[in-house]
């Protein structure tokens, strides 16, 4: 089955581009895995939507003005009259000048099993029999819509992270130099860590501005401020070495799948040294491999 990444509605107009996927498989092989892949890389993905319903979702979605450019449908059987109805919607699809692009997620019966086990979930085609019956059950079911997938993953073998890697490969970034996002929060101890912090660096090895008079009201977004902390022993070497073990710790996570990581800066009250450190390791952290923001959570507080 040939395939395009886009496809145009059929009206001869200058309509938004929309790419449609559309996600299915046998249960228990990562369908869940790779729709919160395609969701993370931009993709509107629909759960379990009816196959009659789909174009009628696609067609919605090429009147948003661009607002949605990427739809991905995840099916299973529970959808009813799930072959015959899908072929016909993806025969529709393909008229109006959408081409879906099927992928098709597979293991074989000894990994699903034991995954089924692993979670001691029943099988939904399992009825009053084995769960191996439920299994084979469905690949009979799916065997038609397997043979005419654009991209077919056996995930027996595959961890998460190599899941997720083999769906980007497929339908987005594939190169593993795909930019990662990182929030740099700055925070005060004295209120507490940033529950969803990755790594947390502490800063109350300088010293505090606040002990100087003329810097006590001004804050780590200010220049005196931050020259005032830069400056002091050790705070140049220890954001070079810091900065360094940033690109080492992000590329590891881009290679392990995980794109979003949470720095915590911290110092006693949240509004002068964690603040300038912030902005300076925002200032110097790496953009062509790492998008960054920084969140000053505790600033204001005092």
């Not at 040939?2 to 059929?10: E, L, P, R």
């Not at 190599?162 to 004295?190: C, D, I, N, Y």
């Not at 800063?203 to 804050?219: A, S, V, Y």
Request: aromatic letters at 6%; charged letters at 30%; one cysteine or more.
């Amino acid at each position: 089955m040939s395939s395009t990444d886009a496809a145009t509605t059929g009206s001869g107009k200058d309509e938004p581009v929309i790419q449609v996927a559309i996600v299915s498989g046998l249960s228990g092989a990562g369908r869940s895995t790779a729709a919160k892949c395609l969701e993370d890389m931009g993709w509107f993905v629909v759960d379990n939507l009816p196959p009659e319903l789909i174009s009628t979702m696609v067609d919605l979605g090429s009147r948003t003005s661009g607002d949605v450019t990427r739809i991905a449908i995840v099916l299973d059987v529970r959808s009813r009259a799930f072959t015959e109805d899908l072929a016909a919607v993806i025969k529709d699809l393909d008229a109006k000048g959408y081409r879906p692009r099927v992928l098709f997620l597979e293991a074989g019966d000894a990994a699903l099993i034991r995954r089924y086990e692993a979670n001691r979930r029943k099988h939904p085609l399992q009825g009053s029999g084995r769960l191996a019956d439920g299994v084979a059950a469905e690949r009979a079911v799916l065997e038609p819509l397997r043979q005419e997938a654009d991209v077919v993953v056996d995930t027996s073998e595959l961890s998460v992270h190599q899941l997720r890697a083999e769906v980007e490969r497929a339908f987005g970034h594939s190169s593993p130099e795909r930019k990662a996002s990182m929030t740099v929060v700055s925070f005060g101890f004295k209120y507490g860590l940033p529950l969803d912090a990755d790594l947390v660096i502490d800063m109350r090895f300088l010293p505090n501005p606040h002990w100087i008079p003329e810097l006590r009201d001004h804050t780590g977004l200010e220049q005196e401020v931050s020259d005032y902390v830069l400056s002091q022993e050790g705070a140049t070497e220890f954001l070079d070495r810091y900065v360094e073990l940033i690109d080492l710790i992000s590329g590891g996570y881009r290679r392990e799948g995980k794109r979003y990581l949470t720095l915590a800066v911290g110092c006693t009250g949240g509004k002068h040294r964690s603040v300038a450190v912030a902005e300076e390791l925002k200032r110097r952290l790496n953009a062509d491999t790492l998008t960054v923001q920084v969140v000053h959570r505790d600033l204001g507080r005092e």
